[in-house]
Every structure is written in structure tokens, then in C-alpha cells.
């Protein structure tokens, strides 16, 4: 009979995406503070901040009255909010028909990748990188292209890249983040203008993650709202509004894919959680309040720039936005996953092993996030040093 089923409930083979390895961390760890451990958790990716007052207090009026679908792309007046952020932020004009509304980031790349590819296309995607975008990308039937990028180019694609890659065979898209998970690291103005211009000259679509938004310190993130109409723009309320539970984001989508996204949004999901997008509206009245969070990053990213090369750990790349460190561990390691294991069963500091996010290189690297206390940032700083000193 079991046999019987298992023949009926064969998983596609475009289903078999790889988990994320940190899951394994993350239980390891909760397996020392079920036994009474302290553990600093430096291995998700997500503020330790609540949302916006603001954003709280008109999820909880709304709670009472009716919670009905919204319009498909979003509810008018959040859509008009999110344009309208554009010219505050960047500057940049945009036309609130053009935006959006999608179930956190993640959705909007389904979208995006459904409205724009065919399956079997090749989209162009970098190497340390967040790993849903090839997974995604593979669960749709497409290839992602893995372009390796190193200290050369600052970690970020190049034109020539794109175009050596698209020469061996052609690509139908690019995928940038900036900043990016894992590595923080942000692609300057003219590094992302460049790359656009190649991508546009040969016919490939340009979509631009612009999730850590709002977190840059090195230097202002610029948006690929500015470059073309035709780049698609996403972002989210999850980490600069600490928003992560509500699961809202928004893409800026080109003229022509409007009414495309309009039906497949509208059979995929009918809308967005209407509670989530009242809250993220207000969210918008809450600046003040996330930028004293941004404050409070800024603040852990100089304990772990100071203190982490003294512990030990001197080498990463550019640690420019976002809430992240990547930090080689080659010097101690080539197994970044045993490294983690082991740092956090001896010092009960949990990171994210770089195999996540770098089949290629990932064994040498691993991913601190800095979102949480500063009191953490300077325990797990004095905590990894006393254990890399005495190993
Ligand atoms: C680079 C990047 N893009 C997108 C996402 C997805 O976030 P969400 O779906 O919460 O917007 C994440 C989450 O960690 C991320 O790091």
C-alpha cells in the first residue's frame, strides 16, 4: 500500500530545490538553549526591531472592520504611497501605475520571472548570492547562470561578464542586488548604470533587488528606477521597515508588463494580505523611527568592523550596507559549515556557513548578521576571539 502511494506522490523534479543549510544551524542552536545555553543569533537575516508604530497602530484599527480582497496590484493609495517614496528618496519620478504590490519580495520575483522568461532561458545571476533566485528560477523550468565574482570587480557582475556569458549562450535576463545577502556589498551608481547599459544593448532584462534599500552606509544605494522604465524594481517592507512577518513587498514593473502581473497576481494569490498592506502604508509615517534603527546597525557594523579583525577574522568584503559581514574563515578552515557548527557549540555564536550562498567558494566564507544589540555585536566579537586564540 505504501509502496502503492509512493509511486502516486513522486515530487517533480523541478520541485528538488536545496534547503537552506542554516536550518541546520539554527537547530543546533536551539538545541543548546532548550539545554540552557545563551546563544547570539547572528545567522538570520532579518531585523531584531519591531514595525513602525505607526504601521502596528493601523494594522490594529483595521482589525476591527471588514477584511475584504484588495485590488489586485494593491490598494491604490499604497501604490501611490510606495511612487511617491521614489521622488523623496531618489529623487525619481514614477508613475504609481507602474507599482506593484506583492507578498514580501519573494513573490515578486515568481512574478517577475513568470511574466518575463520562458522556461529553458538563461538569467544571470551573482556568485556569492542569495540562493532563492536560482532556486526559484529552476522550480520555473529556466537556468540560472552563475557568474563567480570576486575582489576584482568589487563582488559585482561587470558588463564584460554579462557579455562573455550571454556570448557562450545567450541570456534573457540579469538579476543584481545592492547591497546584497550574503556579502552587504553594494554596487556603485556607475558600476550598476554601466551594467544596465550592456544588459539593455543586447536585449536582456534587468531586475533590480532592492530589498536592503534604506541600510547603506558607505555610500547612497542608487535605485534602477533611475536608469529605465523598462528595469524591473524590487523591493520589500521586510528589512528597512522591519517588517519580515507581514510578508509586503512591491515591484516597479515596465509599461508593457503591467496587465501581465495584473492577471498573474490575480490567479496566483487574488491579492495581497489586505492587513499587511494597510500596515505597510503607514509604515511610510514611520521614518524616523526606522532610521534610529538604521542607526543602531550602523552602530553594530563599527563593533564588528574594530572588533572582529582583532578576534581573528581580518579578512571580508566590502561591508557596505544591508546588515551583513562576510568574513573569510579560510585561514581556519575550508569546511565553512563545520566552522559554524563548531563556533557555535564552543561559543554559542550562530552564523550562516557561506555553502548557503556560494557553491563555488562558500566553503571559505561565513555570514555574521549584525541585526541584533550592540551588546551582542561586542560579546560575540570578545567570544570569538577568545576561541580563535585559544584553537
Ligand atoms: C536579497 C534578498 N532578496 C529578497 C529576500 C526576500 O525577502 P522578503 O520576501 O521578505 O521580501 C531576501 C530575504 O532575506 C533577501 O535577502
Not at 494593491?74 to 511617491?84: F, P, Q, T, V
Not at 511610510?284 to 582583532?310: C, S, W
Request: net charge negative.
Amino acid at each position: 500500500m505504501l509502496e502503492a502511494a509512493k509511486r502516486l506522490v513522486t515530487p517533480s523534479t523541478r520541485s528538488d530545490v536545496p534547503p537552506f543549510m542554516v536550518m541546520d544551524v539554527m537547530a543546533a542552536a536551539a538545541r543548546i538553549e532548550a539545554a540552557g545555553g545563551r546563544v547570539i543569533h547572528m545567522e538570520v537575516g532579518q531585523p531584531a526591531a519591531s514595525a513602525p508604530a505607526s504601521a502596528i497602530a493601523a494594522a490594529g484599527a483595521a482589525l476591527s472592520g471588514p477584511l475584504r480582497y484588495t485590488e489586485t496590484l494593491g490598494i491604490l493609495s499604497l501604490r501611490a504611497r510606495i511612487a511617491r517614496h521614489y521622488g523623496e528618496r531618489y529623487g525619481v519620478a514614477v508613475d504609481p501605475a507602474r507599482v506593484v504590490v506583492t507578498t514580501g519580495s519573494s513573490a515578486a520575483f515568481i512574478l517577475a520571472f513568470l511574466a518575463l522568461f520562458e522556461p529553458g532561458e538563461r538569467v544571470a545571476v551573482a556568485v556569492p548570492g542569495y540562493p532563492p533566485y536560482r532556486h526559484i528560477l529552476k522550480a520555473l523550468g529556466c537556468e540560472a547562470v552563475l557568474i563567480e565574482t570576486t575582489a576584482d570587480t568589487r563582488w559585482a557582475i561587470t558588463p564584460a561578464m554579462l557579455i562573455a556569458a550571454h556570448r557562450r549562450a545567450p541570456l534573457k535576463g540579469v538579476l543584481v542586488a545592492s547591497p546584497a545577502n550574503p556579502t552587504g556589498t553594494m554596487m556603485t551608481a556607475q558600476a550598476l548604470r554601466d551594467l544596465h547599459a550592456a544588459a539593455a544593448a543586447e536585449g536582456i532584462s534587468f531586475i533590480s533587488d532592492e530589498i536592503y534599500h534604506g541600510l547603506d552606509y558607505a555610500f547612497p544605494a542608487d535605485t534602477g528606477a533611475r536608469l529605465s522604465e523598462d528595469v524591473v524594481v524590487v523591493n520589500s517592507f521586510s528589512k528597512y521597515f522591519c517588517m519580515t512577518g507581514w510578508r509586503v513587498g512591491w515591484m516597479m514593473v515596465p509599461q508593457a508588463l503591467i496587465r501581465t502581473i495584473d492577471r498573474l497576481q490575480g490567479n496566483l494569490a487574488i491579492s495581497v494580505p489586505t492587513l499587511a498592506q494597510i500596515a505597510a502604508e503607514a509604515a511610510f509615517d514611520g521614518l524616523p523611527e526606522m532610521e534610529a534603527v538604521k542607526h543602531g546597525y550602523e552602530e553594530n557594523r563599527r563593533i564588528l568592523l574594530d572588533g572582529l579583525p582583532k578576534a581573528g577574522l581580518d579578512k571580508m568584503l566590502p561591508v557596505d550596507g544591508a546588515f551583513y559581514l562576510y568574513a573569510d574563515v579560510s585561514r581556519f578552515s575550508n569546511d565553512s559549515f563545520d566552522f559554524a557548527k563548531r563556533m557555535l557549540e564552543e561559543t554559542h555564536v550562530a552564523a550562516t556557513p557561506g555553502v548557503d550562498f556560494d557553491p563555488i567558494n562558500g566553503g571559505h566564507f561565513i555570514r555574521f548578521c549584525y541585526a541584533g544589540s550592540a551588546a551582542e555585536m561586542h560579546e560575540a566579537v570578545d567570544r570569538i576571539g577568545r576561541w580563535l586564540q585559544s584553537g
